[in-house]
């Protein structure tokens, strides 16, 4: 199994700033893509930002500017920075990722979620 642990949420002040991280574990072979997701109560799960296998990263609109992703690939961990956040910004962070999982066989393809983490912006 490949689990995902996300951590560095909290409340913050409007304008403030708070650095995500998502540490991927357990039996990998290789992580091909990783994303930042949230979900604010009574809205669906929209994609804040992503990283792929080649470095490449995206940010949606609504946070292009302000959030930045990036990687450490020698410790299966993505990071998203959070700067000059807004009460908009308040939901829950989750961390997603696929790849392929390491088996007694072949690897095969996976994809997991982290349980996520909550950010507070309000003053």
């Known amino acids: 199994q490949v689990r995902l642990v996300e951590s560095g949420g909290g409340l913050v002040q409007p304008g403030g700033s708070l650095r995500l991280s998502c540490a991927a574990s357990?039996?990998?072979?290789?992580?091909?893509?990783m994303g930042w997701y949230r979900q604010a109560p009574g809205k669906e799960r929209e994609l804040v930002a992503t990283?792929?296998?080649?470095?490449?990263?995206n940010v949606a609109d609504s946070v292009k500017g302000r959030f930045t992703m990036s990687r450490d690939n020698a410790k299966n961990t993505v990071y998203l920075q959070m700067n000059s956040l807004k009460p908009e910004d308040t939901a829950v962070y989750y961390c997603?990722?696929?790849?392929?999982?390491?088996?007694?066989?072949?690897?095969?393809?996976?994809?997991?979620w982290g349980q996520g983490t909550q950010v507070t912006v309000s003053s």
């Open positions: 997603k990722a696929t790849g392929l999982e390491r088996t007694k066989n072949l690897p095969r393809i996976f994809a997991s």
């Open positions: 357990g039996s990998i072979f290789s992580i091909n893509l």
């Open positions: 990283v792929t296998s080649g470095g490449s990263t």
